[in-house]
């Protein structure tokens, strides 16, 4: 099975900045990755399939990037609303596993 | 809306059998797989498995083979994840999802459920 690493395990940043989560496979995903948002209580939501489509209701802000074993999901501004764990998952080989994500949190 | 809704929380103890149930509306539930998806208390996301309403196709991932059960009523558009016999480890939030997309078979899940805590303590 594909595994997934998420790094860093823990981002912390201030509000306004840019953020730059990255996500690595074991194996090439080609552009077969999504990236997740969760907060405290909450399901996740599907922020990026398909490594750089956003899904319907997702800020421009958001914005994926990346192909084959190395993802970038990047925050361009972040709102106070975006500090969450954030996941990806790829779809290229069975099982459609997740990473172990990271968390976003305020400086 | 379309919207998946999952059955409240459940507290039982080990070796006691379980099945949580995920009703979809507001779309063809035939039609799109359903997947189910476990957090352990603080933990991350695990994927679990997925069926097919439609033909009740039914895949599980190697971690979870054998340990749960999971179907679908589609007469009810209903899915189930069900247990044998349940052990503490696991308690979990489990989540039903619906991918974004008919083809998307497990993956790309833009349509949640609310979450199902099952608790189990002796």
């Known amino acids: 099975e594909i595994v997934l690493t998420q790094s860093p395990a823990t981002l912390s940043l201030s509000p306004g900045e840019r953020a730059t989560l990255s996500c690595r496979a074991s194996?090439?995903?080609?552009?077969?990755l999504a990236w997740y948002q969760q907060k405290p209580g909450q399901a996740p939501r599907l922020l990026i399939y398909?490594?750089?489509n956003r899904a319907t209701g997702i800020p421009a802000r958001f914005s994926g990037s990346g192909s084959g074993t190395d993802f970038t999901l990047t925050i361009s501004s972040l709102e106070p609303e975006d500090f969450a764990v954030y996941y990806c998952q790829q779809r290229s080989n069975w099982p459609p596993l997740f990473g172990q994500g990271t968390r976003l949190e305020i400086k | 809306e379309v919207q998946l809704v999952q059955s409240g929380a459940e507290v039982k103890k080990p070796g006691e059998s379980l099945k949580i149930s995920c009703k979809g509306s507001g779309y063809s539930f035939t039609s799109y797989w359903i997947g189910w998806v476990r957090q352990m208390p603080g933990k991350g996301l695990e994927w679990m498995g997925i069926?097919?309403?439609?033909?009740?196709?039914?895949r599980y991932s190697p971690s979870f083979q054998g340990q749960v059960t999971i179907s679908a009523d589609k007469s009810i558009s209903t899915a189930y994840l069900q247990w044998s016999s349940l052990k503490a480890s696991d308690t979990a939030m489990y989540y039903c999802a619906r991918p974004v997309d008919t083809a998307m078979v497990g993956y790309a899940f833009d349509i949640w459920g609310q979450g199902t805590m099952v608790t189990v303590s002796s």
């Open positions: 069926i097919y309403p439609g033909d009740s196709d039914t």
């Open positions: 194996q090439s995903v080609s552009s077969y």
């Open positions: 398909d490594a750089s």
